[in-house]
């Protein structure tokens, strides 16, 4: 049963861009090619199918205006920009009202709902009936972006971001059953389909699979294991193959495989939390280890001493690279895969979510000729973010900028980025000092690591050229005790460092489930102690499908900003302590994490909990 969407010319229009016309084939079949869900063309012009509500584009389109401005969603002004835009780019109406900024996507689902006359799904709120998921399978819900909802009867209800009889009509022949539709939000029926359609559903009948050909090899040692087929339809390779594919739609940063007693653990990091995915038998994790490791180039005879390597895979048609480590532990090896979606767009520094004054002290300092600018913070706490968000915002075709990466996480187009290559001879140390003899003017050094590094990269910065890097360190203040740790002379660093920038990454309270609710006194009393106001409403996330009830959706940054002042040089130059320094910043000034933590506590971005979480005493 093959479902095929026909191309899409460009005068053809979708009834969600607020057209009145449908498009179509012969009558639905699901034999053969199933019609395209809405503005389907062809070689021939087709014949419309229209509903009584749909229209002509042109029409429809105003129809649909008039209908927001009598909600009074949006202005005459603003419906006039949205056509005008919509004539020279196409799109539809909704789409590019909501790319002006001007409807959210919830509002835009209301007003289509109210236009064509379908009910709301919630599906943000509203659980999926698992039972129904069999009726429409996977790349069908993925190709017409439709998901089933519930059974109401003898009638299937399937959530739609573009509804139309034609879908509807394909839809009931398939489940052999009348179909109801229902209008969502085209990013919550995204969600819905990757958080329903796990592709680790499968994964226990390819766990019995490889236990079934693990016991006709009567062997029970981890050989075995590790010298099971390697084939594509390998049990082993699907399952990892899974896992990652459910990390990649989970918005998972790093994936553990963990053993332990009689088990082996599979855990994603999502917003900066672990979060237990899979329980696996013992047997398989030395053979899952040795399918990334051959994946990632790596030894895997060598299970004693640690390893890195590097992998690329595609995932739901997106290229992305995987950073693998492993560790031998007491229960076995132990691996950690690090998700690089390159495909991400990169940040501007506006978009950090910096403090204005902060914004703009930065950005002032980062324009500077020469010297050095540090991001600090402990992993994954959004560094590297940080330091590209500072590339776009100083590069120029004026400019020479340099990049020295393990890996390359993101590829600026316009910049010369050079990746580290241990076996080549090719580290920070070395490519840095390669980098100096191409006349650069901006250099960025993906971590400080050893003293080599550090030093080439502050003479870097006293000779003329603009540095900037990363260094894992708790805070601003504590970066700079780092350089003196690592035996870098104190007046080098107080001559080449123009700025530390501390930051961590704090979850946001999901939008969807977010309440008032009532802190805990230890929690008010931390709160208070940080120079909290007298907030008496605070709010939280009660949990919902949208955020697999954590209560919390994305992550926000926390900065500080330690600008070195002539006083702060001289307390450097003299070896002041981390107190000394810290409070000469403040005094200066310098707002520290913790307080802009709290800040967002009363702006009701996150939680006291969380800020506890991530920086308690900072």
């Known amino acids: 049963m093959a479902f095929v969407r026909k191309n899409r010319k460009e005068n053809d229009v979708p009834v969600t861009s607020n057209s009145s016309t449908v498009k179509t084939d012969s009558p639905a079949t699901l034999n053969g090619a199933v019609p395209s869900m809405v503005g389907g063309s062809h070689d021939t012009p087709p014949t419309p199918m229209v509903a009584p509500q749909m229209m002509n584009h042109g029409r429809a389109a105003v129809r649909l205006g008039e209908q927001l401005m009598g909600s009074r969603l949006i202005t005459q002004e603003q419906l006039d920009a949205a056509l005008a835009d919509q004539a020279t780019s196409g799109g539809r109406l909704g789409e590019v009202l909501v790319r002006m900024g001007v409807l959210t996507e919830q509002a835009l689902a209301h007003a ?118 390697v084939g594509d339809d390998a049990p082993v390779v699907q399952v990892v193959d899974r896992i990652l594919t459910q990390a990649m739609r989970d918005r998972a940063s790093d994936v553990h495989i963990e053993p332990s007693e009689g088990v ?99 950005s002032k300092m980062v324009r500077s000729p020469f010297g050095m600018v540090i991001c600090a913070g402990p992993t994954g706490s959004g560094k590297t973010t940080t330091l590209y968000a500072t590339l776009s915002e100083v590069s120029n075709p004026t400019l020479n900028v340099m990049t020295i990466e393990d ?61 900037v890097s990363s260094i894992h360190a708790t805070d601003s203040v504590s970066a700079l005790h780092r350089f003196l740790d690592m035996g870098i002379e104190s007046f080098l660093i107080a001559s080449s460092v123009l700025g530390v920038v501390g930051q961590r990454l704090l979850r946001r309270i999901c939008p969807s489930c977010k309440t008032i609710y009532t802190p805990t006194p230890e929690e008010l009393d931390f ?63 310098m707002r520290t994490m913790r307080q802009e933590a709290i800040g967002l506590v009363d702006q009701d971005v996150t939680t006291i909990e969380e800020v506890i979480r991530s920086m308690y005493t900072l």
């Open 264 to 362: 082996v653990r599979v855990r994603y990091r999502i917003d900066g939390a672990l979060k237990e995915i899979l329980t696996l038998p013992a047997a398989i994790g030395p053979g899952l280890v040795s399918r990334i490791k051959i994946m990632a180039n790596m030894n895997i005879v060598e299970r004693r001493r640690p390893q890195d390597g590097q992998l690329t895979i595609n995932i739901d048609g997106t290229e992305v690279d995987v950073r693998v480590a492993t560790a031998a532990t007491i229960m076995g090896e132990s691996c950690v895969m690090r998700i690089l979606d390159k495909t991400r767009s990169v940040l501007r520094l506006n978009d950090l979510g910096m403090p204005t004054d902060t914004h703009l002290a930065y």
């Open 527 to 589: 709160y208070h102690d940080a120079g909290g106001t007298n907030k008496s409403v605070f709010s939280a996330g009660s949990g919902c499908n949208f955020c697999s009830h954590t209560g919390y959706k994305d992550r926000i940054g926390v900065y500080e900003l330690l600008i070195m002042t002539p006083e702060i040089r001289r307390l450097v130059v003299g070896w002041a302590t981390q107190e000394e320094l810290r409070s000469m910043a403040v005094r200066q000034g």
């Open 407 to 467: 890996p390359v996480e993101y590829v600026f187009p316009s910049i010369n980025q050079i990746q580290t290559n241990d076996q080549a001879g090719i580290t920070f140390a070395t490519g840095l000092k390669s980098i100096l003899r191409q006349d650069p003017d901006v250099i960025l050094v993906g971590e400080i690591r050893d003293v080599e590094t550090t030093r080439v990269a502050v003479q870097s910065a006293l000779t003329g050229h603009f540095v």
């Open 112 to 229: 289509l709902a109210a236009f064509f006359g379908f009910d709301v799904a919630n599906l943000r709120r509203d659980n999926v009936d698992p039972a129904t998921l069999t009726l429409v399978p996977e790349n069908v819900a993925r190709e017409y972006m439709a998901v089933p909802i519930r059974m109401n009867g003898t009638s299937l209800e399937v959530a739609v971001a573009e509804p139309s009889e034609e879908l509807r009509a394909a839809l009931s022949q398939l489940v052999g059953r009348t179909v109801q539709l229902r209008i969502a939000p085209l990013s919550d029926i995204r969600w819905a389909i990757d958080s329903n359609y796990q592709a680790i559903g499968t994964v226990g009948k390819l766990v019995q699979a490889f236990e079934s050909v693990e016991g006709s090899r009567r062997r029970a040692n981890e050989i075995a294991a590790e010298e099971a087929p």
